[in-house]
Structure formats: C-alpha cells, structure tokens
C-alpha cells in the first residue's frame, strides 16, 4: 500500500502531466468517484491555464490560431509542470517557454507578440517598461486586435523600434518610439 505523499505524488502526477496512467495505479487506493473527479480536474487545470494565457495573450491567440496556440499551452504545462500559487507567474513562464523552444516553432514573430501582449497585460516586461521589436510589428499586433483595419503592415526584422506602456487617466496605452 502506498503511502500519503505517494498517494498524493500520483494524484499530483495525473492532474498536471494529464496523465490518465496514473489512474491504474490509484483505482486501488481511491473511489471511483474520485478517479472521475480526477478527469474533471485535468480538464479544469488546463481549461483554467488556457483561459488565462489566451486572456492576457489576446493576439498570439490570433496569429496562432486556436488548435495551435491549444498545442502550445498543453506543450508549455506538460514541460513545466507548473505549481505556482500565483497565477500571473504563469505567464512569464510561457514567454520563457516561447522563447526556449524557438528551434521548436521557429516562428520568431511568436515571440515578440507575445512580448507585445505581455508588456500590454501586465505593464511591464522583465521589470522593464519597453520593449524592442522589429518595425512594422506593433502596427501588426495592433491589426491582430482589430485596432488596425487595411493592409497588413510591411515588417523589416531588422530596424527595431521601441514600444512602452503609457498609463494615462488609469488606462494602459502602448506607444512606439522608431
């Protein structure tokens, strides 16, 4: 018989590694009442983590494309197996994550929108109020928000400008500087 931390490591186990093996190993040990909440659970853990990513991620929803960005979302919690108790850690982590498995994606547009809408969810990206990325982008992501209507705007990868967070009367603007 397995002990408490075990018991707990396997429930653990088959939450955030949606880990439906797991439940093999627990049917002994636990209801079968509890084993269909754990289903619910994996479920309520990833709905939850893709709720807020798309939340404060609105155009990288956009440009990826529903299914794709899902595939993302489930790749980062199963690489990450994440535990924080504040949410909001949940999000940097994916910009991380993004940019570690760039050879992956190789999709460098990817990151910097996500960058884009981190800087404009939170603030601040990495302590820092602006951010550099490659000119004709913030006029893309402005496109992807629907803020932006005609042509899709011409990017150069290699001329940065610099976007930062103007707070005005409460609200949060971006800006750009070329």
């Known amino acids: ?28 040990i636990i209801t ?17 983590s893709y709720k807020r990513l798309s939340s404060d991620f609105p155009s990288l929803c956009s440009y990826c494309e529903g299914d794709n960005f899902r595939y993302f979302v489930k790749d980062f919690l199963l690489r990450y197996k994440i535990l924080y108790i504040d949410i909001s850690q949940l999000s940097h982590a994916f910009i991380d994550y993004l940019e570690e498995t760039f050879e992956m994606h190789q999709d460098i547009l990817l990151y910097y929108i996500a960058k884009l809408d981190l800087l404009y969810s939170y603030g601040h990206f990495k302590n ?15 496109f992807l928000n629907a803020q932006f209507e005609g042509e899709l705007p011409k990017m150069d990868l290699d001329l940065m400008d610099t976007v930062y967070v103007l707070v005005e009367a409460g609200e949060r ?6």
């Open 32 to 48: 079968r009442k509890t084993l269909g909440n754990l289903r619910v659970y994996r479920k309520n853990y990833f709905f939850g």
């Open 1 to 28: 018989m397995a002990n408490y931390e075990e018991i707990l490591g396997l429930i653990s186990s088959s939450i955030i590694e949606f880990n439906q093996d797991c439940d093999s190993n627990l049917s002994g």
């Open 173 to 178: 603007y971006l800006g750009k500087i070329k």
């Open 128 to 142: 820092s109020h602006s951010i550099e990325i490659p000119t004709g982008l913030f006029e893309y992501w402005c």
